[in-house]
């Protein structure tokens, strides 16, 4: 028993005090603010075991809790009347959450907001591995453009981003390949360069001789199926009569008459594309 | 008496019973979601008085209360647990604003959010005399470009957003005038597309044949004083030996070096602007 109680104050001096603290709360005090912070805001911050802690002031509040990953954790109230608390480890990368104040689900004040699960939210970033990979640095930049456009199919104006690597502006003769880049379920047009830094990746590789340059048209895929299904009660869906495949039949269908006769020939308008399909790709996050 | 209520009568059914409910309440019940909502909310909304009405769920709070325009309202609860309640009226345009649940200031989960304040928050459109002035419209649109550049003189990275006319593309030797366009105290280079609709504006002058087009380079001019004077305490800078001006002496200078030495030579040398005192002006909002 004097063995065990020597080795553990031995494993505390080792670790700088660290230890102590983990056996007694299981957590590493080692947090950092996260890299999707608002301006000079100190929460939320991440731990190097993926722990997300979130920080509130709420000082009349019931509960508090940090609603990540499908779980929601208890926040501890404080003498000031501020409400901390932290998840479980998560995975590495980018991840959306919420706050659940008295059973009001609002984003945190103190994150910057990401259009994901179908609401702008909270998003945090846990640090990665590749984290190098996406890092905003001192390479030459392109450009992401905001582009406004009528569609004639839907007879509505709708948007797209569109990245133009390093050099766009300085050739007017050069042509680049393009890539059609689409966002996952629930997310829109924003997602690839806000939460997906898809313009900072494609800095890096370009600036590292690792890709050619090309340009990314990045548009929103969400499409709302035909008025009769929409209205289909639950019931109906639910019923065996009609097969239940998902995606449902002619879901994609809206999108792809869009990109076809809308964004492709508006984007070869206006960029300077190599306008032929040897030149032309796609590729997607989950229903992209 | 009679004829009294013979006229309330009258009155009822001619503006189709909203004046009964004006008499109850004092609030014209015509509100409609507000143009500055996430895709598909409902609320925040907006009466022909300019009035802002919010709407959240939070069966467990004890009170909940709007915070627009520097005055807090308190939202009366139903029997599903959701608050509800709505401001005075409001000036025309643009507000932030924020909820107020159990003493913890949040962004409302239904608005979109914009930079303002020093933070990202929630916003609201109370439509204008002359909404039509900054509409999207189906006219020639130009882009907003989000640029990021490396600052010599910070050693660090920055960005702005630089609107490009509608044909900057299509015309390679054509040159433009510019206009460095300035946000307000509290707000960032995000500003101007984002909330002011800068891009959207000059879209429909140009369009209008009101306009010359011309590019607007939107930079972030938020600048922290020098330490020794940001580390003063309050009570040293309400004493009378230091004159008591603002903005303070020396506050602009990191700026406008930046603008000199950084922003204005990259804006020359990546866009085509006509690039002498002449074609380049400077406006802005409040601090700008």
Known sequence: MKKQILM?????????GNFTILAQTGVIEDFQPSSANQPGKEYPQVNSEGRVRVKISAPDAKYVQLDIGAVKYDLTKDAEGSWMGESAPQDEGFHYYQLNIDGASVPDPNSLYFYGAGRWGSGIE?????????ALKNVPHGQVREQIYFSESNSTLRRCFVYTPPGYDQDPEKRYPVLYLQHGGGEDETGWSNQGKANLIMDNLIAEGRSVPFIIVMDNGTWRMPERDRQAPRE????EDRPRTWPPQGWADGFMKTLLEDIIPMIDNNYRTLADPQHRAMAGLSMG
Do not use: C, R, S, W
Not at 126 to 134: I, L, N, R, S, T
């Open 8 to 16: 553990l104050l031995i494993a505390a001096m080792m670790t700088g």
């Open 126 to 134: 846990v640090p990665a591995g590749d984290q190098e990979f996406y």
């Open 236 to 239: 109906t869906a639910q019923n």
